[in-house]
């Protein structure tokens, strides 16, 4: 095969990637997969989308090949093709936090001085699991926690925080954490936590970090 030729279809074969991300509904669909399998139905409601719409940017993730879908009885559940979609989106992340100020914007006009919250490094937090000073809660819904979480995590949707107290010893640091780095669940936990009085603190990350950094998980990943 000549040589322009060969580069052509090479960089073409990559191109397919970068355009099926070029959408931000596509890219918030491979982020909630990122916490696990779900249908059609419930991407659609989490992401704002008809059914419709939401099946049609999935059928461009899955020529890609970023995505797939399994029939389940009368639903097809969608998941991340690999693990290294994942990585991928959290490279995309990271360039564009690196390059574009406008999210550091964006972040501080939504969450205000999130450093109040005092977050939790993977390091610190596996220490403080090996000490036994600290918990960490899952404050993901429940499904996604079934699907996938960090190896001796509890599931307490951030909804419910305020029924569970007495699931959480006062006598241990509570260390909250969620969809990932951009996700409101943990913080509002951590507040509520706060709130009655307890040493609660944010993960800095989320679930599909700590996956992708080959961490301990446990769940009923498929």
Not at 7 to 20: D, E, M, P, S, T
Not at 149 to 177: C, M, T
Not at 183 to 205: I, N, P
């Amino acid at each position: 095969m000549e040589k322009r030729r060969f580069k052509n279809q090479l960089y073409g074969q990559f191109a397919r990637v970068g355009k099926a991300l070029g959408s931000p509904a596509r890219i918030e669909l491979l982020d909630l997969l990122a916490q696990g399998p779900r249908t059609v139905e419930s991407l659609a409601a989490e992401a704002g989308l008809t059914v419709g719409n939401a099946s049609a940017h999935l059928q461009i993730l899955k020529e890609a090949r970023l995505a797939e879908g399994r029939r389940d009885g009368l639903f097809v559940r969608y998941r991340l093709a690999d693990d290294s979609v994942a990585a991928l989106l959290q490279a995309l992340r990271t360039v564009a936090e690196r390059r574009l100020a406008e999210i550091d914007r964006l972040v501080e006009a939504y969450f205000g001085h999130r450093d109040q919250l005092e977050p939790v490094g993977f390091d610190d937090l596996r220490r403080r699991l090996r000490d036994g000073t600290a918990i960490v809660v899952d404050v993901r819904p429940t499904s996604e926690y079934v699907a996938g979480h960090i190896g001796g995590a509890i599931s307490i949707p951030h909804d419910q925080i305020d029924k569970r107290l007495e699931e959480l010893p006062r006598s241990k640091d509570i260390v909250a954490y969620c969809r990932g780095p951009y996700c409101v669940f943990a913080d509002e936990a951590v507040a509520t936590l706060r709130g009655h009085r307890r040493k609660a603190f944010r993960l800095d990350g989320g679930f599909p970090e700590w996956q992708t950094a080959g961490l301990p998980t446990e769940g009923a990943a498929e």
